[in-house]
């Protein structure tokens, strides 16, 4: 009798063991298998972007790890900004919001200007918003998302205005346009002259040669008049062709 007690009892104790690593087991299973769908599923979000004070972007991206299909967005109340009008249209109105995306692939993001700071402050229009997302997996599974958006944390915010590759671009664009402006042509500006120090050598030697070789007709007395009366230039032009000279020595040392 006794026996049997202990041999129920042992085999009870161990259905419960068996039973109690079953269960753990099986949850084990599903925490793998859930860690592993976060993973790999597709996560898509509506995000504020404020990267650019004070204008805010509105920022559409799959941050997940795999295709995003069937997205809807829904926000409560309806977007609104200071650029809404009836010519214009009305951010809410936009496909993106008011039809599905069919496809978002990981990292894409679409993104659009929402509004400026200081014209909404002015509008005194919402800074909270209700967002529900949802969407569909590559195996079909549905995902429902709601998240809160909310201007109002980004007030009185101090930001450091960051260079990025584009003001780089700029920048070079803007030294390329002023170095093509200096070339000689149609459309171009009067050009550069370059001179180097051979050609300040040859300008100089030229006009030494010029100076020395100038005819002396201009200089000789006029008819009627004696030769004796005519000014002898001779001794003159010795003296500026060496003051020329000298001036060059001077301007370019040690180049002749």
């Not at 214009?88 to 599905?100: C, P, Q, S, Y």
């Not at 002015?122 to 969407?135: N, P, S």
Request: charged fraction near 30%; aromatic fraction near 8%; glycine fraction near 6%.
């Amino acid at each position: 009798m006794d026996t049997n007690i202990w041999t129920t009892a042992a085999l009870s104790i161990q259905t419960f063991v068996f039973g109690a690593a079953a269960v753990f087991a099986y949850r084990q299973v599903r925490e793998a298998l859930l860690t592993r769908e976060n993973q790999t599923r597709p996560f898509v979000i509506l995000d504020f972007d404020l990267s650019h004070p004070p204008f805010i972007h509105l920022v559409i991206t799959n941050i997940g790890k795999t295709m995003a299909r069937r997205v809807r967005i829904q926000t409560d109340p309806p977007l609104a900004n200071t650029l809404d009008d009836d010519k214009a249209g009305h951010i809410a109105k936009l496909r993106v919001f008011t039809d599905e995306i069919p496809t978002l692939a990981p990292a894409r993001e679409i993104r659009m200007l929402f509004d400026s700071f200081p014209q909404r402050e002015e509008r005194k229009l919402a800074d909270t918003y209700t967002v529900t997302i949802t969407y569909e997996g590559e195996r079909g599974h549905a995902y429902v998302d709601e998240m809160i958006l909310d201007l109002s944390i980004y007030r009185n915010i101090e930001y450091i205005t960051e260079h990025t590759i584009h003001d780089v671009h700029k920048q070079l664009k803007r030294i390329a346009d002023a170095v093509d402006s200096w070339g000689a042509g149609l459309g171009h500006g009067s050009g550069i002259l370059v001179v180097t120090r051979d050609d300040k050598r040859k300008d100089r030697a030229l006009a030494r040669r010029h100076f020395r070789a100038r005819p002396e007709a201009g200089l000789r007395a006029p008819r009627g008049e004696r030769a004796s009366d005519a000014v002898d230039v001779a001794p003159g032009r010795e003296r500026a062709s060496r003051a020329l000279a000298s001036a060059s020595e001077r301007v370019d040392p040690g180049r002749s």
